[in-house]
């Protein structure tokens, strides 16, 4: 049965200046503010009003310490399938810390919640597997206590998962309390689970533990709390030194930022993995010297490291397809959380599961031998599998497209790059009313600097058909942040003002236009701005930061769709053929949304760090002066940070040797060709020229 559109249960646009209902699961008055609940947990009492030194508020501990003063921002922000709630890690104390716990925001209330605290301390590098501690090194995670979560997919549910020392717990809904739905003791196998992630339609998760693939209902029955049983979907694996299936292996996580190792299909019937044999890679042995422990894993570690110029993994991609009732949802089994396999008791269950025989992608033919990389992985609308391939040198991609059913495979794309080729996440599918089509979003570097390009397929055609370029210049789009397809936008955050900063941007989905127009920015502070939009494209959390100002993370409004018309109206008829208005961005649109921006409020109200605020208000925070100056061959613009030391202290300059005793130094940090955001040229000046321009 299909699913509502999330933006189709809201009787009117969200607006943060407009009530909704209270957050669900709360009591009425179960929210407070932020500020009242996280006090600063500071062990140093702030000095007097007297002027004080940056030495005296900020120590070498705290420059060493995670996160830097003034840098505890909210993280892995998200918002709920309707559009309603905002959730967010934060660690509570005025001077931050690593333990987080999830909070929420109610849109309409402005109020913010603690939804879960971790449960026996939560993750730490103690309680997790080694293998999840590889992965949180790979990602550059830093944080303890609830590490990740996820919202169920589906716009009927505020279904919350979260993975906690190997086990997985759901919340049914934002403030309930948390249910084991998954005990890693209860497989026999060793670790706990790993990567958990909701099927599009919200009734399963999937992961993996100890190198296998299995797959659990997200219903927990209503006789306890005792979990469920998993059921396990791939063979093979487990037992033989240096395969997985469904993780992504070290080099793909480390090289190409790729960390998920399985995806599911849209109709949720089916799992691609993919599967990684190492064997015949030698290991390498990592020594912990000074260990208080003699012998084990904390002396030494052995990982199958693949040297640059030696054997890479070997890698396979496969779908199995999951015989469980999804598409029978009347069926006692489903109702209850079960797996069902018709005429099977449960043991025979597993093991028909455990069985299953995947079918294998053909990348046999396009290869001369079978050392690539898979850099991106996604279903597309058709059921189709959509599979990004790198050559080894990095210097050729095709997107291809595999029939599951049977592995055949389709060449949709293929572009080179003298240079190489920048794995990205700019994909996005883009759904047509006729169903034998599609269309997607792709980035590419084909003009110098990364930007959106819209191609469409069709049943039966040989490649996919170029539409148009969606966005150009000499600067780069970094993220796709939403599609509004009913008004033919796409949101997305590049450097088009400066590559000293990243903005949010909107421009024209379906532009006539030869070059696209230039794009709306839609960010007011300078700076770097990360943004999380709701699925409707209404509501984005903005967090920014710039030279003199610390992160800070605020909720902003989108203009609605009748206020755009004014300015921008959208035809009749299907809204992706709709031809769109000569200035479809005015300075009027830039007007409206100014307008709504100023009503922007703070996602949380805690107090700054106090060090930084009173750096800030003696005037002795040490701001970098942004410069530029020419390349020595005149061919680029290098832009830099200097920081000088404090004329009170060292005197007006220049510094001469003696100061240097007193830490009066003067720091130029430089962003030399070599440095990617500058495009294609400046990024590939360093290839085979290491150790000339960039330093």
């Given at each position: 049965m299909g699913q509502a559109h999330p933006c189709h249960l809201l009787s009117k646009p969200i607006n943060p200046l407009t009530r909704l209902s209270p957050l669900p699961g709360l009591p009425p008055n179960s929210s407070w503010h932020i500020r009242k609940e996280l006090g600063s947990n500071s062990k140093r009492a702030p000095p007097s009003?007297?002027?004080?030194?940056?030495?005296?508020?900020?120590?070498?501990?705290?420059?060493?310490?995670?996160?830097?003063p003034g840098l505890n921002s909210p993280a892995n922000?998200?918002?709920?399938?309707?559009?309603?709630?905002?959730?967010?890690?934060?660690?509570?104390?005025?001077?931050?810390?690593?333990?987080?716990?999830?909070?929420?925001?109610?849109?309409?209330?402005?109020?913010?919640?603690?939804?879960?605290?971790?449960?026996?301390?939560?993750?730490?590098?103690?309680?997790?597997?080694?293998?999840?501690?590889?992965?949180?090194?790979?990602?550059?995670?830093?944080?303890?206590?609830?590490?990740?979560?996820?919202?169920?997919?589906s716009a009927l549910s505020q279904r919350l998962l979260y993975p906690i020392q190997g086990d997985l717990y759901v919340q049914e809904q934002p403030g309930a309390e948390l249910q084991l739905l998954f005990d890693k003791r209860s497989t026999g196998a060793?670790?706990?689970?790993?990567?958990?992630?909701?099927?599009?339609?919200?009734?399963?998760?999937?992961?993996?533990?100890?190198?296998?693939?299995?797959?659990?209902?997200?219903?927990?029955?209503?006789?306890?709390?005792?979990?469920?049983?998993?059921?396990?979907?791939?063979?093979?694996?487990?037992?033989?030194?240096?395969?997985?299936?469904g993780l992504a292996c070290f080099l793909t996580q480390e090289e190409l930022s790729r960390f998920r190792g399985f995806w599911w299909a849209p109709d949720s019937t089916r799992l691609a993995f993919e599967e990684i044999d190492e064997s015949h890679i030698p290991q390498f042995r990592i020594m912990h010297s000074g260990s208080a422990v003699p012998t084990g894993a904390a002396v030494q570690e052995d990982h199958r490291y693949p040297f640059a110029g030696d054997a890479n993994p070997k890698r396979r991609l496969g779908v199995v397809r999951l015989p469980h009732a999804v598409d029978t949802g009347a069926s006692p089994e489903h109702e209850h959380g079960g797996l069902h396999f018709p005429g099977?008791?449960?043991?025979?269950?597993?093991?028909?599961?455990?069985?299953?025989?995947?079918?294998?992608?053909?990348?046999?033919?396009?290869?001369?031998?079978?050392d690539f990389y898979i850099s991106r992985v996604n279903w597309l609308p058709d059921q189709s599998l959509g599979v990004q391939k790198l050559n080894r040198l990095q210097t050729e991609v095709t997107f291809l497209r595999f029939d599951p059913r049977t592995g055949h495979a389709t060449t949709l794309i293929h572009e080179s790059n003298p240079v190489w080729v920048n794995a990205n996440y700019l994909f996005r599918n883009i759904e047509a009313e006729n169903k034998s089509s599609f269309r997607f979003l792709w980035g590419s570097e084909r003009s110098g600097f990364m930007h959106l390009y819209l191609y469409e397929y069709t049943a039966g055609a040989p490649a996919a058909k170029f539409l148009g370029a969606v966005t150009s210049g000499q600067w780069s789009v970094e993220s796709v942040e939403g599609i509004d397809l009913a008004q033919g936008r796409v949101f997305f955050c590049g450097t088009a003002d400066s590559p000293?900063?990243?903005?949010?941007?909107?421009?024209?989905?379906?532009?006539?236009?030869?070059?696209?127009?230039?794009?709306?920015?839609?960010?007011?502070?300078?700076?770097?701005?990360?943004?999380?939009?709701?699925?409707?494209?209404?509501?984005?959390?903005?967090?920014?930061?710039?030279?003199?100002?610390?992160?800070?993370?605020?909720?902003?409004?989108?203009?609605?769709?009748?206020?755009?018309?004014?300015?921008?109206?959208?035809?009749?008829?299907?809204?992706?053929?709709?031809?769109?208005?000569?200035?479809?961005?005015?300075?009027?649109?830039?007007?409206?949304?100014?307008?709504?921006?100023?009503?922007?409020?703070?996602?949380?109200?805690?107090?700054?760090?106090?060090?930084?605020?009173?750096?800030?208000?003696?005037?002795?925070?040490?701001?970098?002066?942004?410069?530029?100056?020419?390349?020595?061959?005149?061919?680029?613009?290098?832009?830099?940070?200097?920081?000088?030391?404090?004329?009170?202290?060292?005197?007006?300059?220049?510094?001469?040797?003696?100061r240097f005793r007193d830490m009066g130094y003067a720091v130029l940090k430089v962003d030399n060709r070599g440095s990617f955001r500058r495009g294609s040229a400046f990024e590939g000046a360093i290839k085979h020229r290491m150790g000339t321009v960039e330093i």
């Open positions: 009003t007297r002027m004080a030194s940056a030495r005296e508020l900020i120590a070498l501990e705290d420059v060493a310490k995670m996160p830097s922000v998200s918002f709920s399938p309707d559009g309603r709630v905002v959730a967010f890690l934060h660690a509570p104390g005025g001077q931050g810390g690593l333990s987080r716990q999830l909070y929420a925001l109610d849109v309409a209330s402005r109020r913010v919640a603690l939804l879960a605290a971790p449960p026996n301390q939560g993750n730490t590098e103690v309680n997790l597997s080694l293998e999840e501690k590889l992965r949180r090194e790979r990602q550059r995670q830093m944080g303890v206590g609830i590490t990740s979560y996820a919202w169920s997919p060793a670790g706990g689970a790993i990567d958990p992630q909701f099927s599009p339609d919200g009734r399963w998760v999937a992961f993996v533990q100890d190198k296998e693939l299995y797959v659990i209902s997200s219903h927990i029955p209503t006789e306890g709390n005792s979990g469920q049983q998993a059921v396990q979907v791939t063979t093979g694996a487990r037992g033989v030194d240096g395969k997985s299936n099977l008791g449960h043991s025979q269950q597993q093991q028909s599961t455990e069985m299953a025989t995947p079918v294998w992608m053909d990348f046999g033919p396009l290869d001369t031998d079978t000293l900063e990243r903005h949010l941007y909107v421009t024209s989905l379906f532009s006539i236009h030869t070059p696209p127009l230039p794009p709306t920015r839609l960010t007011a502070a300078e700076g770097m701005h990360t943004v999380v939009m709701d699925s409707c494209c209404r509501i984005f959390v903005d967090v920014y930061s710039n030279p003199s100002t610390p992160p800070r993370a605020i909720v902003c409004a989108v203009p609605s769709e009748a206020q755009l018309a004014a300015v921008a109206p959208v035809g009749p008829g299907d809204p992706s053929k709709a031809a769109m208005p000569t200035a479809p961005f005015s300075s009027a649109a830039v007007a409206v949304y100014q307008e709504i921006q100023t009503s922007a409020f703070p996602l949380i109200t805690e107090q700054e760090d106090w060090r930084v605020t009173m750096l800030q208000t003696q005037g002795k925070l040490c701001v970098p002066k942004i410069m530029s100056f020419p390349t020595s061959d005149g061919k680029e613009t290098l832009y830099g940070a200097v920081y000088l030391p404090d004329q009170e202290i060292h005197g007006k300059g220049p510094y001469p040797t003696m």
